[in-house]
């Protein structure tokens, strides 16, 4: 019985050291390929070139320094000229060409930069198949959860070959949803709070498709707009105030502010105005690792006596050093 327990045991070792041998060789094959293939989000395969040297950005561009890719970015969407991380990351940004942006591409210019690829969203579909018809090759994303979007940054590692640095960047990521995860898992189901995000206009919701569903499972509350089986949608005011949600946190790009609804009288019904607990969220991408500080900014403001001890700015600076290359200070701070 030991000869054979012995006999196994060698065959288990000598097996697992031959898949480990086979996993290596795979992961070598895979990183000198000349070829990616990869279907996007519309049900489109592209075959690239890696790593690819000249890309155009219109999304996803919170990535390129997270990778240090600057070298490699020929364009980018006309909006990273005003977005906080870029212009500390890269003081001299107007030195890199536009050709618009994902909704409205200007193609002429757009050719004259001869990408090796084009990263954009899938807002427009017809504008993707316009580049597309012109031989430029397209990647569309649209992020629908968490893993998704780490999808999506593990497919940028691989394109640029930086593989590492987008796994560092993921392992960032998770330290600080890990920490919220630990103590969100404390809260007792009778004090879940209803939470919603408020998008473009104030009655338009972040509904049950989408990485803020996941970031208010993440955080333990309870999006009410979830059954609504759609990335957002537009509500009447009516079933907000049927929801009444305890908390109300704003895109951070929409063009009103957590004062203009904290002082309407639509909204003055609701628990989360009653109570001040109205916040507008930072301009960062939620596609980008900027959404682990937002994560934890946001089980702050919902569940504050669960997170009471913990240093919001200490954690951040750090994980701002460590992904990005720069402290926090050097963009806009999120608001109290």
Known sequence: MVLRTELEVLIEKTFSLIVYILIIIAITVTSEAATLFYTDKMGRTIN???????????????????????????????????????????????????????????????????????????????????????????????????????????????????????????AKMEEIFGLVRSRASKIPANKKKKALWLGGKPTSVACGIGVTNDIFKLINGINPASSIPQRNADVPMERIIAWNPDIIFIWGNASYTAKSILKSSQWRFIEAVKEGKVYKAPEWSTWSPRLAPIALWMAMKTYPEYFCDINFEKIIDDFYRKVFGIPYRMVKKIED
């Open 48 to 170: 690239i070139s890696v790593p690819v040297k000249r890309a155009v950005f219109f999304i996803t561009y919170e990535l390129i320094p997270a990778l240090e890719i600057w070298d490699s970015v020929v364009g980018i969407g006309r909006w990273a000229y005003d977005n906080d991380l870029m212009r500390a990351t890269k003081p001299d940004i107007e030195k890199i060409p536009s050709a618009g942006s994902g909704s409205d591409v200007n193609i002429e210019s757009l050719l004259r930069l001869k990408p090796d690829l084009v990263l954009t969203w899938t807002y427009k579909p017809e504008t993707v198949r316009f580049m597309e018809e012109k031989q430029l090759k397209v990647i569309a994303i649209y992020p629908e959860s968490l893993s998704e979007l780490y999808e999506v940054m593990i497919l940028h590692g691989k394109l640029f070959k930086k593989e590492a640095m987008m796994e560092h960047s993921i």
